[in-house]
Structure formats: C-alpha cells, structure tokens
C-alpha cells in the first residue's frame, strides 16, 4: 500500500493522473508547453504586452462550453492586477473529465496570473478545457476594464 501511494505521489507530480473506469485503468498525462521547456521569451513576451490595469473587483466569466462539460471561471482583480482565478462550473460527470480538470485546472488558473492575461498555453489532454477556460477568462476581464 505504501508502494502504491508513493507511485501515485510521483505520478501528480509529474501532472499525470491514474483512474479506473469499468474495469479498466488509465493513466492520463498532463502537461503545458511550459512544463516541458523553459521558454522564458514567451513568458516575456506575454508578460512584457500587458493590457491597462484592471478595475479592482470580482469579475465573473462566461459558461463555455468545454465538450465534456461547462467552464466558468470567477476573476478577482486587485490593484489592477489579477490576483485569483476561480472555477465556478467545471466539468465534473465523467471520470475521466473530473481527473484531466484536476490537475489542468490549477495550472490554467496560475498561468493566467503570471501572464495577467487570459492567453494561457493550452493544456495537452484538455485542449477543450483550455479554450474554454481562456473565453471565459477573456469575458471576465473585459468587464473590468
């Protein structure tokens, strides 16, 4: 048991996820183009490009459609920056949808703010996650400027 909750710390490390599903095991792998490559003159160039400051306040997000299941994120703006993103709906019905938004999720959400920017890499796996995480976004920030 031990063996296997060492496995299974390496594997979200790593952004994989382990799942069953009618008898059958899957290991999904996850990872942005930034996991695998230190691009620093994309980050610079996404960050360097900001738009004018944001209205402090809380923002909501459209309902995107992400093809296995309804996106929609909640941005709080302080200072003019954004300092959170939060998920209001996501996808969370199919098992395997649940373990992809898992570990996607998270990583969409900070890479928007360190971009500041709702142009985020898409995740590999959840390339519909992405997009609908990245339109929702971009109706959120539309408000507060």
């Known amino acids: ?46 960050t360097s490009s900001l738009s004018p400051p944001y209205k402090d306040g ?23 920056k954004i300092a959170n993103v939060s998920f209001l709906q996501a996808p969370n019905e199919a098992i395997r949808s649940v373990a992809i938004n898992t570990i996607a999720d998270p990583n969409l959400a900070q890479e928007a703010i360190q971009a500041q920017s709702p142009n985020v890499d898409i995740v590999s796996g959840a390339t519909a996650s992405s997009q609908a995480f990245a339109a929702s976004l971009q109706i959120a920030l539309q408000q507060a400027k």
Do not use: C, P, W
Request: without cysteine; positive net charge.
């Open 1 to 46: 048991m031990k063996k296997i909750l060492t496995i299974l710390a390496i594997l979200l490390s790593f952004g994989a996820v382990l799942y069953q599903d009618q008898g059958r095991i899957f290991l999904v792998m996850l990872a942005n183009h930034s996991f695998f490559s230190n691009n620093s003159n994309a980050q610079a160039a996404r």
């Open 58 to 80: 809380v923002y909501t997000g459209s309902a995107e459609n992400a093809f296995y299941g309804i996106i929609q994120v909640q941005s709080t703006i302080k200072n003019g």
